[in-house]
């Protein structure tokens, strides 16, 4: 019998397929150095576990509200208010099962057929396919390396049409490492307020900042531009809780109460432990993140200078998140024994096979001429890892 055709046309994600394939053959005693996780390569700081076994001790294991428990989006409202300038609400926060969860939440509430959604390219792999499987049409912005992968405010006035119902930002950003200025900021709120359109804004990265680079939260600048704004971000990334799948969206109540009836029937509650084990983590001293980001901020610097060390292939360095993207233009239509790298994904491909690194081709991002790697692992991974690249790219003919 015929599937449901939009959902045929959905492709699976890349990042998580790479991720699992590179741990699968580690799995296998295969010595893999894998760059294509999205995920911080630290445990879960040891009070938050306590926090969890508290909270089974206590038999917090049934239902909680469907949009979460009320202590916890108190305190997503406390961070928000401290960390970002922001003032919510309770009634003003929605607790989901991540913040991939958050984001397909809320084009689901905000979305009808032939909406038209922009999304600045490179972009995080899965924002085309959540607009899509929301029945919008993904509408894709050019950034170039030469600005740092920043928003060219001209050519997303050019992008805006009568049908556009919201911009996705991603600062910083997932897979560029940018971090937008707070002129960007300011011209993408002011076009959302002009040509009456939402702002999705995923911060999921916004602790990781190096270089002194600044955060900005743009529901921050007014609150008319707060009332637009449907503000994302999750446990994974700051706190290294990738697997517990705590993510939140705080805006307009009206928005966040179609997206908690949407959530009351497909999942219900997020995860009655891991709220609580979130609630320890917001509660606590960032030391610990501190601690996290000087670490990814030397592996960075590392990376890059590998990188830009290997004739034939080169990359920006990024102030923010944990990814490079790495130019493999030169490469391209160059051949590795005796195959034409056609594409990024031939040269992810012929890498895997023939060193054993796995990378994410830049085309999940909307970029062939890259590939992702992240720097989500330790400096001697690095090392060797790009010890492969460098032999890889020696042997192109
Ligand atoms: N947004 C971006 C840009 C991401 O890279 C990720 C990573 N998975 C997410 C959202 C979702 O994170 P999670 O669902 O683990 O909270
Ligand atoms: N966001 C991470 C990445 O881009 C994790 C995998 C995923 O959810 O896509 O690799």
Redesign the pocket.
Known sequence: MELSRKNLGIAASLTLEIDAKAKRMKGQGIDVIGFGA?EPDFPTPSFIIEAAKEALDKGYTRYTPSSGIMELRQSICDKLLRDNKVSYEPNEILVSN????S?YNIFQAILNPGDEVIIPSPY?V?YPEMVKMADGIPVFVDTMAENNFGINLEKLKEAITGRTKAIII?SPN?PSGCVYKREQIEGIAQLALEHDFYIVS?E??EELLYDGAQHLSIASLDPQVRDITLL?N????AYAM?GW?I?YTAGNSKIINVMANIQSHATSNPNSIAQYASLAALNSSKDIIKDMVSQFDTRRRFMADRINGIAGISCTIPQGAFYVMMNINKTLNRMHNGRVLGSSLDFADALLESKNVAVVPGIAFGADGYVRLSYATSKENIDEGLNRIESFVKELV
């Not at 991540?98 to 969860?101: F, P, Q, S, V």
């Open positions: 999205g991540g913040a991939k969860h984001l995080w899965s991603n997932n995923d999921i990265y994302v999750g446990m994974s990334k990738t799948r993510g």
